[in-house]
Each structure stands twice: as structure tokens, then as C-alpha cells.
């Protein structure tokens, strides 16, 4: 597979910290949805990183309400 058909390739992953602070929430917050496998991640051994745009795609997922169009 061609690296241009896989975008994340050259996505930085993110921290925990870094996540948190995109989302505006604790940083326990972020590893508490994260063991429980609510929040989209990546296991690097005993290190855990996010993709920005798998975060931002779960958060549009899990917007409620009306929706802007």
C-alpha cells in the first residue's frame, strides 16, 4: 500500500496532555475513557497516544442535540 493511501502516516500522535488540553478536560479524565475503551487510541507497549482526527471524529460522533448543517 502506497503511504498516500494512509493518511495518519504522517499524523503526530498525541499525548494524554495534549489530548486533554485539545478537549479541554483533565488528564484522568482522558486515561479513565481511555481504559474503558471509550476514547479512540493507540497502544505503544505501555505507552497510549491519540490521533487528532480520530478524536475529533469520535467527538463529532458523540455530539447530541440538534445538528448544524
Do not use: N
Amino acid at each position: 500500500m502506497d503511504t498516500a493511501d494512509r493518511p495518519h502516516d504522517s499524523e503526530p500522535l498525541l499525548t494524554a496532555d495534549e489530548v486533554a488540553s485539545f478537549m479541554r478536560v483533565t488528564r484522568s479524565w482522558v486515561y479513565a475513557e481511555t481504559r474503558r475503551d471509550a476514547l479512540p487510541h493507540v497502544r505503544l507497549g505501555r505507552y497510549v497516544r491519540y490521533r487528532r482526527s480520530a478524536i475529533e471524529r469520535w467527538l463529532d460522533e458523540s455530539q447530541r442535540g440538534p445538528r448544524v448543517r
